[in-house]
């Protein structure tokens, strides 16, 4: 009875995700980049996304905090982390107003000194440092997801 070869299924991806709940108050983000940083580093994350990472995060993290709610009660914000071999991703999501940071037109670049603002440019950086993104409105919360390939992207390992 001859042989016969069967193609072994590809091994699926390994995933792995942690949780960190912190309150809407500016003070927490030092908590968050501590996990971030410890995270990013048991994780073995390459450089170039933790970068990536740790500035997309802030970014997200600040917005909620700043612009989500129009009382002063403290709040629950809910930031998960998710790593493949291939990419890392963030969720922050929050009970705040709605609101879907892409449908936000994009600022113009200042021209000088004098007409540049602070403020405005956060969206941008999030656009710019992420490879996949998107906004859910979900069961009363909004959820801001923000993807970063951890592979090379020259195909060198």
């Known amino acids: 009875m001859p042989a016969t070869l069967q193609a072994k299924a590809p091994e699926p991806e390994t995933l792995q995700e ?16 501590r996990w971030l940083a410890e995270t990013v580093a048991a994780w073995s994350i390459p450089e170039r ?28 914000i809910r930031i998960l982390l998710r790593h493949t071999d291939d990419w890392v991703e963030i969720e922050v999501s929050d009970d705040g107003e709605a609101f879907d940071p892409f449908a936000v037109p994009v600022v113009a ?30 069961a009363g919360r909004n959820h801001l997801r923000l993807r970063i390939e951890t592979s090379d992207p020259s195909g060198d390992a």
Do not use: C, W
């Open 109 to 138: 670049a200042p021209t000088d000194l004098e007409q540049a603002s602070i403020g405005g440019r956060g969206i941008h950086l999030i656009k710019a440092f992420t490879d996949d993104r998107d906004y859910r409105r979900v």
């Open 18 to 33: 942690v949780t960190l709940v912190i309150e809407n108050r500016l003070s927490e983000l030092a908590r968050v980049e």
């Open 49 to 76: 996304a933790a970068f990536a990472l740790d500035l997309v995060m802030n970014e997200a993290v600040t917005n909620v905090v700043n612009h989500a709610y129009r009382d002063t009660g403290v709040r629950e």
